[in-house]
């Protein structure tokens, strides 16, 4: 070989490596534009009006005598819809306790449709709905309630130094499937997939997995048009990004947490779920952890749904009580369970779980 070409063939690979990195750069995913927060937060009528201007759809649920008010985050794909019947809302709003569900951005009615608004906008949000929620009740205790991807935005929320002051959490089959508890593979696959194809769609069918046992309420999401059907790639590597800050967050989290999961959940892997666990009672955190052996992804809503919810409200009203289910073993959940490796060329679908859809109507 020419001695020249011996000395400038490693140069042309690395300037092959970086020439690559600059086009996967050009690709990747983006958040949805925001704007600057200039005006005064407040509560509208059918709406949270934000400082920046943005909208967000407010449902509310309110009791006629509330002795307690809960902030309500939906899950991916989801909108405040899932608090509506046959969600907890009316049902918590009759026993007392006012709800607030907002869409959070990019999902419902919200702002940026499909698009992902990052860490930081979504727990801004929060903070926000959560100082409104104790302006307008004065003196009641104010919680936080999230499923699924709420979870993980009431995590990564409340573990911070700067977490407004609330009475409590609960976390419904919380998503903390981030970076940190991911298998390699997982990582790489979907890494160059957000970065070479963002904008590219999955939507989770053909993989077989069941939310819920409450077909009636799946059907009906099913046919729902406000409910997200296809995701891009860059929208699930943000999810990813955000169920690693509530990872790390959560060992943070200094108000009581109430943790519900259950048994048949094949969207958020129990071994995450038991890290978290595990990091959270090692930092001294005031948990109680419930494993529902019936209990699906979607426990707020599953057929057995009135088991968890009074679970919620006896926590509400006295947290050091035993749950009224007696669900508090947590052996049948599995939190020491690894979570499944799936093949490589497998890997993004796998990651599309998290989008699995209810069966079309009919079905």
């Not at 497998?346 to 079309?360: C, M, Q, R």
Request: proline content about 9%.
């Amino acid at each position: 070989m020419n001695p020249a070409t011996r000395v400038f063939q490693p140069m042309r690979t690395v300037l092959s490596i970086l020439t690559l990195f600059v086009m996967l750069a050009a690709c990747a995913p983006r958040l949805m534009a925001t704007g600057y927060d200039v005006y005064l937060a407040k509560f509208e009528q059918k709406n949270v009006a934000m400082a920046d201007a943005a909208r967000l759809p407010l449902r509310i649920w309110n009791a006629a005598q509330p002795r307690a008010v809960i902030v309500a985050l939906h899950g991916m794909n989801d909108y405040s819809n899932a608090f509506a019947d046959p969600g907890p809302g009316p049902w918590l709003a009759a026993r007392g306790v006012t709800v607030y569900a907002y869409d959070q951005r990019g999902f419902g009615g919200a702002p940026g449709r499909g698009l992902w608004a990052g860490t930081p906008r979504m727990v801004k949000d929060l903070d926000t709905v959560i100082a409104l929620a104790r302006q307008a009740h004065p003196g009641l205790p104010v919680y936080v309630l999230g499923e699924s991807m709420g979870g993980a935005v009431a995590l990564a929320a409340m573990g911070r130094p700067e977490a407004p002051k609330v009475d409590g959490i609960i976390l419904a089959a919380p998503a903390v499937w981030g970076w940190k508890t991911m298998n390699p593979v997982y990582e790489m696959v979907l890494w160059a997939s957000a970065h070479t194809a963002p904008g590219m769609e999955l939507t989770g069918r053909g993989l077989n997995i069941q939310p819920s046992d409450n077909i009636s309420m799946l059907r009906a999401l099913g046919k729902d048009p406000m409910v997200i059907k296809g995701t891009q790639i860059g929208t699930i590597y943000g999810l990813v990004n955000l169920m690693d800050d509530a990872f790390v967050a959560a060992p943070g989290v200094k108000a009581p947490v109430l943790l519900l999961y259950g048994e048949n959940d094949r969207l958020v892997p129990s071994g995450p779920v038991g890290r978290t666990v595990a990091a959270m009672e090692a930092a001294g955190a005031d948990l109680t952890v419930a494993c529902y052996p019936d209990g699906w992804h979607m426990l707020l809503r599953d057929l057995k749904r009135e088991t968890v919810w009074n679970d919620l409200l006896s926590w509400i009203d006295d947290r050091h009580a035993p749950l009224p289910s007696g669900n508090m073993d947590r052996g049948p959940c599995k939190f020491d369970q690894q979570a499944a490796q799936p093949e490589a060329a497998a890997a993004v679908d796998a990651l599309s779980k998290f989008l699995a859809l209810p069966p079309p109507s009919g079905q």
